[in-house]
Structure formats: C-alpha cells, structure tokens
C-alpha cells in the first residue's frame, strides 16, 4: 500500500522561508523520480519540482531559483525547501511520484500560508 505523509507548512510573511518534508513507502520510492505538486484554491493540482532517483532536478517557471527539491534514497524522504515566498505560493502541496503514482496515492497534504 502507497503511504506518503507531507509535513512542515505553516503561516510565513512574504520572503521567509519554509521547509517541507515527505516520508514515502520504500516501495515506491526505490527507484522512481519524485515530485512535490500544490494546488491552490480554485485550481488544479500542480508539479512544481522534480528529482529523478540520481538526483536530477527540475522546477516549474514560477519557483526556479525560490525552492530546492532533495531526497534522501536511504530514509526514503523528499524535501522541499522553499525561500523568498509569496503570497501566490499559498497552497496544500503534496509529494507523489512522478508521474504521479495510479490510484488513490495522495497523502493529506501540507498546507502553506503565505500572508503578512
């Protein structure tokens, strides 16, 4: 069974910084690339950022340069860590594979607040 748990949001100001973990299930974490997605309000679920098993990256427009996407293959955790935030970061973002894992995979989500 496919068990992601996303932690780490919050409430920051405009420009702060904040750092979002996921513990995946080793099995679908060994060898595939993973993302971390958002969705805002009234839209549709994103990919914001990328890494392959070896560690290649890759962002969407809107946040390269801002965030940093890592994994850990050992404990089978991505993070993302997120800085000069803006008010149109806010959003529950979701690790998953990627692409994204068939079925019912997502997790809860973690919820990021940007607003002063």
């Known amino acids: 069974q496919v068990q992601l748990v996303e932690s780490g949001g919050g409430l920051v100001q405009p420009g702060g910084s904040l750092r979002l973990s996921c513990a995946a299930s080793?099995?679908?974490?060994?060898?595939?690339?993973m993302g971390w997605y958002r969705q805002a309000p009234g839209k549709q679920r994103e990919l914001v950022a990328a890494?392959?098993?070896?560690?290649?990256?890759n962002y969407a427009d809107s946040v390269k340069g801002r965030f940093t996407i890592s994994r850990d293959n050992a404990k089978s955790t991505v993070s993302l860590q997120m800085n000069s935030l803006k008010p149109e970061d806010t959003a529950v973002y979701y690790c998953?594979?990627?692409?994204?894992?068939?079925?019912?995979?997502w997790g809860k989500g973690t919820l990021v607040t940007v607003s002063s």
């Open positions: 998953n594979t990627r692409p994204p894992w068939p079925g019912d995979s």
């Open positions: 080793g099995s679908i974490f060994s060898i595939n690339a």
């Open positions: 890494i392959s098993f070896g560690g290649s990256t």
